[in-house]
C-alpha cells in the first residue's frame, strides 16, 4: 500500500516536469506576484483602521483596483507584443514595489484613489506579460501550452492562500512594515526578471537579423485568427467573470443565510476547498482533458461553473454546498485554462498578447460590473434568482461551444 501511494505521488509530480528552465521562472514570478498582491484584500483594513477612512471612501478606493485592472490587462498584452513580454513584466513588478512604498507616504483620498488604480493596472498587466513570456518558452505542442497555463492558474491560487497565511501571522507587526517588506521583494524580482528576459530579448533580435540577412529562414507556425471564437471566448469569459465575482458578494451572504449557525466558518471552508483543488487538481485535471476539443471543454467548463451555482438552490445540507463548490472548482479547472489556450491559439503570432490582454480587459470588467448587479438583484429578487441565472449562462455557454466547436 505505502509503495503503491510513494508511486501515485511520483507520477503526480512528473506532470510537472519536462518543461524548460525559464518556464520555471516564471512559475516562480506568478507564485511571488500573488502572495504580494493577496495584501490588496487587506488594503479596507488598512484604510480604516490606520488611515481612518470611512466604509464608503475605503470602498470607492478599492474600486479603483477594478478599473486599473481593465486597462492593465490590455495594456501588459499590447506591450508585450512590441517588447519582449519578460521586460513588461519586469517593469510591471517594478511599479507594484513601488506602490507599496508610496502608501507609506500618502493620505488623502485622491492620492490613494490613484495609487491602486495604478496598482490594478500594473498587477493585471504583470499577470498578462508573465502568462506570455512563460508560453514563449514552451513548444508548440498542446500538452505543454495547456500544462503551462495550468501550472500558472496554480501558482496564482497557492500564492493568495499563502498570503493570506502569512497576512494573518504578521499583521500585529503593522502595514507599514508589510509595504516595506514586499517594496523590497518586488524591486528583487524585477531584476531577477529583467534578467531572465534578456536571453529571449536577444534571440528574438537574432531571428530578426537572420530572416533580414539570410536567404533561407525557418517561419514560425501562424494561427489565423477566427473572429468568430474569439467573440465566443470573450462573451463567455465575461457571463462567467459575472458568475465568479458573486463569490466575493452575494454568495458569502447567501452561505450565511441560510447556515446562519456556521457562518463564518462554512465560507472559510468552502473558499479553502476551492483553492486546495484548484493547486492539487488543476494540472492532473488540465492534463485529463488535453485530448478533447478545447472549444467544446471551454462550453463544459462554464456549464460545471453554472450547474455549481445552480446547486445551491437545492442546498438542504451543508454537504451539497460543498458539492456545488466541488462541481463549480471542477469548471473553474476547466474554464479558465481552456479559454485562455484558445486565445492564444487563435491568435496570430505577433498579436498573441493583444489577444491575452482582452481576455484579462474583459475578464476584469466582468469582476467590476458584477458585484453591482449581482447585489442589487439579490436585494430585489434573493439568492434564488441569481443562481437561476448563473445555470442560465452555463447552459448557453455550453450550447455555444457545442455549435462553435467545428472551428477547433
Not at 471564437?229 to 451572504?253: E, K
Not at 451543508?318 to 474554464?335: D, K, N, S
Not at 481552456?338 to 496570430?348: D, F, L, P, R
Given at each position: 500500500m505505502q509503495n503503491h501511494l510513494i508511486y501515485l505521488i511520483k507520477i503526480y509530480f512528473l506532470k510537472y516536469r519536462g518543461l524548460s528552465r525559464l518556464c520555471y521562472f516564471g512559475f516562480i514570478f506568478s507564485l511571488f506576484e500573488s502572495i504580494f498582491i493577496g495584501i490588496y484584500?487587506?488594503?479596507?483594513?488598512?484604510?480604516?483602521?490606520?488611515?481612518?477612512?470611512?466604509?464608503?471612501?475605503?470602498?470607492?478606493i478599492i474600486s479603483c483596483y477594478g478599473i486599473g485592472a481593465i486597462l492593465g490587462g490590455f495594456a501588459g498584452g499590447k506591450l508585450s507584443d512590441a517588447w519582449a513580454p519578460g521586460i513588461v513584466s519586469a517593469v510591471c513588478l517594478f511599479l507594484q514595489g513601488i506602490v507599496y512604498l508610496v502608501f507609506l507616504k500618502i493620505q488623502a483620498i485622491i492620492f490613494l484613489m490613484i495609487n491602486v488604480f495604478v496598482l490594478g493596472i500594473v498587477s493585471y498587466?504583470?499577470?498578462?506579460?508573465?502568462?506570455?513570456?512563460?508560453?514563449s518558452y514552451s513548444s508548440d505542442s498542446d500538452n505543454e501550452r495547456l500544462k503551462v497555463i495550468n501550472i500558472l492558474s496554480m501558482t496564482s491560487n497557492l500564492g493568495l492562500g499563502l498570503s493570506a497565511i502569512i497576512m494573518g501571522e504578521i499583521y500585529e507587526i503593522g502595514f507599514?512594515?508589510?509595504?516595506?517588506?514586499?517594496?523590497?521583494?518586488?524591486?528583487?524580482?524585477?531584476?531577477?526578471?529583467?534578467?531572465?528576459c534578456r536571453s529571449h530579448s536577444l534571440e528574438?533580435?537574432?531571428?530578426?537579423?537572420?530572416?533580414k540577412f539570410t536567404v533561407k529562414t525557418t517561419k514560425l507556425p501562424t494561427?489565423?485568427?477566427?473572429?468568430?471564437?474569439?467573440?465566443?471566448?470573450?462573451?463567455?469569459?465575461?457571463?462567467?467573470?459575472?458568475?465568479?465575482?458573486?463569490?466575493?458578494?452575494?454568495?458569502?451572504?447567501?452561505i450565511r443565510e441560510i447556515y446562519p449557525e456556521q457562518g463564518i466558518k462554512a465560507?472559510?471552508?468552502?473558499?479553502?476547498?476551492?483553492?486546495?483543488?484548484?493547486?492539487?487538481?488543476?494540472v492532473p485535471l488540465g492534463d485529463c482533458i488535453k485530448k478533447f476539443n478545447k472549444i467544446m471543454m471551454v462550453g463544459i467548463g462554464g456549464f460545471f461553473i453554472g450547474c455549481g451555482m445552480f446547486i445551491l438552490i437545492f442546498a438542504s445540507s451543508?454537504?451539497?454546498?460543498?458539492?456545488?463548490?466541488?462541481?463549480?472548482?471542477?469548471?473553474?479547472?476547466?474554464?479558465f485554462s481552456?479559454?485562455?489556450?484558445?486565445?492564444?491559439?487563435?491568435?496570430?503570432s505577433n498579436k498573441r498578447g493583444t489577444s491575452l490582454g482582452l481576455y484579462r480587459m474583459v475578464y476584469a470588467s466582468s469582476r467590476v460590473i458584477g458585484p453591482a448587479i449581482g447585489a442589487a438583484t439579490y436585494a430585489k429578487y434573493g439568492g434564488e434568482c441569481i443562481w437561476i441565472v448563473s445555470g442560465i449562462i452555463g447552459v448557453s455557454c455550453l450550447i455555444s461551444a457545442n455549435y462553435f466547436k467545428k472551428f477547433n
Open positions: 484584500y487587506y488594503l479596507p483594513i488598512y484604510f480604516i483602521d490606520f488611515v481612518h477612512l470611512d466604509l464608503t471612501s475605503s470602498g470607492l498587466g504583470f499577470i498578462t506579460a508573465n502568462h506570455l513570456f512563460t508560453l507599514h512594515y508589510i509595504f516595506l517588506l514586499a517594496g523590497f521583494i518586488l524591486f528583487i524580482l524585477s531584476f531577477v526578471s529583467f534578467i531572465s528574438n533580435f537574432s531571428g530578426v537579423y537572420n530572416k494561427h489565423k485568427a477566427n473572429h468568430q471564437v474569439a467573440v465566443l471566448i470573450l462573451s463567455s469569459v465575461f457571463f462567467i467573470g459575472l458568475i465568479i465575482s458573486q463569490l466575493s458578494t452575494t454568495y458569502s451572504t447567501y465560507i472559510t471552508i468552502l473558499f479553502a476547498l476551492n483553492s486546495l483543488m484548484v493547486v492539487v487538481l488543476g451543508f454537504i451539497m454546498v460543498v458539492l456545488a463548490c466541488v462541481v463549480y472548482t471542477i469548471g473553474e479547472i476547466i474554464f481552456m479559454a485562455q489556450y484558445v486565445c492564444y491559439q487563435n491568435s496570430s
